[in-house]
């Protein structure tokens, strides 16, 4: 099976504008996780989407949030980008068993964005 | 809330040697812990994960051990290889945060030299 991907796989942004970022899941995996990896606050939970509702969230002000499309493909959205937006951008797919408990992860490449 | 610590932050063997990287988690309802790997660039790489049901787990050169009551668990890898030779980051997640929601430790860096 192929893996999960993302695109773009780097983005250059400045401040105050948005960006959508995509990723396809491992085909069958109906779960998509995103995280946010910095040197500083290391990789963080955003949020995780599952059958189009998002199931899981992090601490993350408004300004990210995501959705999920019937084919289980996900997308996430950052407005108003500040510098500290900065970041690798990674999501991950698993598929869903009993939903009492945590299903092993898979990540894509990630995508890096830059603001400016 | 819920916290996974990670120890040693950077860790140098010969190859050869045994490495041994140790995580506390905070939430006592944690029951599923992986190990990611992830080299320069790369994606983390799932390398092994134990349930709480499960006191040790192990694949090969790599084994994972979970002390429920002590709230930690260790990856052992033997005989290192340069290959080995990355960031790894352990992490926890569980009923009171959410199923799929990991918590990250905040890596190691591994260094295997020749």
């Known amino acids: ?116 | 809330g819920e916290n996974v610590e990670q120890h040693p932050s950077t860790l140098s063997v010969q190859e050869g040697d045994s490495a041994v990287i140790k995580c506390t988690y905070s939430d006592s309802a944690s029951n599923y812990f992986p190990w990611y790997k992830q080299e320069l660039g790369k994606r983390p790489q799932l390398i092994i994960d134990i349930r709480s049901n499960v006191g040790e787990k192990k694949d090969q050169r790599i084994a994972v051990t979970l002390n429920k009551t002590a709230k930690h668990f260790s990856l052992h890898i033997t005989e290192t290889q340069p290959e080995d030779s990355a960031v790894y980051f352990c992490a926890a997640s569980g009923r009171t945060g959410g199923y799929n929601k990991l918590i990250f430790g905040a890596g190691t860096r591994l260094a295997v030299h020749p």
């Open chain 1, 1 to 116: 099976k192929a893996g999960v991907t993302q695109t773009p796989r780097y983005l250059i942004k400045t401040r105050g504008q948005q960006v959508t970022l995509s990723c396809s899941p491992i085909s069958g995996h109906r779960s998509v996780s995103w995280y946010q990896q910095t040197p500083g606050q290391g990789l963080q939970f955003l949020f995780e989407y599952f059958s189009e509702t998002q199931r899981n969230k992090g601490n993350f002000p408004g300004r990210f949030s995501g959705r999920q499309f019937s084919n289980s493909r996900s997308e996430m959205n950052v407005s108003t980008l500040e510098l500290g937006d900065s970041a690798l951008y990674l999501c991950a797919s698993s598929f869903p068993g009993s939903e009492m408990i945590t299903d092993t992860q898979y990540f894509g490449p990630g995508t890096r964005l830059t603001v400016l």
